[in-house]
């Protein structure tokens, strides 16, 4: 929930903040909501996350009697990403996310730079939405490399196949790309 809307260095430190004001999720879903916003400003939109979080805990806790998701780690994918997601704000990038890092499964996060990069190299028609992406592309990425893919297209996306100003002439997948063929020249750096 953290990381939505912000840079993985802002995360990570509201996240730590997070943990150093409230080391126990009880005293998070018991914090005001005020105080825990406070503490997470540094991950941006903090009023919405606190509620958010703060939702999503005490929904764990009515449906398990505490805030433990452990019991997920016994059932099957589809069937966490499908408890995941009935939480409120939780969506498939979400949910991927804890498939993947909190839980070690072969999900295919397809976040703001995996998307952009999928639609830039014709993996997906322009105008997908980021739940439709994660829908086409999951099945197609073999499960072996989903994790590695993953990070490698956040870093090509952070690094050359920016948002704004895409590097293609320095783009090594150029000649595969649907976009960067039309956008550059061969051996032109852009950005």
């Known amino acids: 929930m953290l990381s939505q809307h912000t840079s993985d260095r802002n995360s990570e430190r509201a996240f730590a903040d997070l943990k150093a004001a409230f080391p126990a999720w009880e005293q998070v879903l018991g914090a005001p909501a005020q105080a825990l916003a406070d503490v997470i400003r540094s991950g941006g939109i903090a009023d919405q996350k606190a509620r958010r979080i703060q939702r999503i805990l005490g929904e764990i806790r009515e449906r398990e009697g505490r805030i433990d998701l452990g019991r997920l780690r016994d059932l099957d994918d589809a069937a966490v990403e499908e408890y995941l997601t009935s939480l409120p704000g939780v969506g498939p990038k979400t949910a991927a996310c804890v498939l993947v890092f909190a839980m070690g499964r072969a999900a295919f996060p397809v976040d703001t730079h995996v998307h952009r990069v999928a639609v830039r190299l014709g993996w997906l028609p322009p105008g997908t939405t980021a739940a439709a992406a994660y829908q086409m592309l999951t099945p197609v990425v073999p499960p072996g490399i989903r994790y590695d893919l993953h ?11 920016k948002s704004q100003r895409p590097r293609c002439g320095a783009c090594v997948l150029r000649d595969r790309c649907v976009t960067g063929s039309e956008r550059s020249p061969a051996g032109a750096v852009h950005g």
């Open 151 to 161: 990070l490698a297209l956040i870093t090509h996306g952070r690094e050359v196949c």
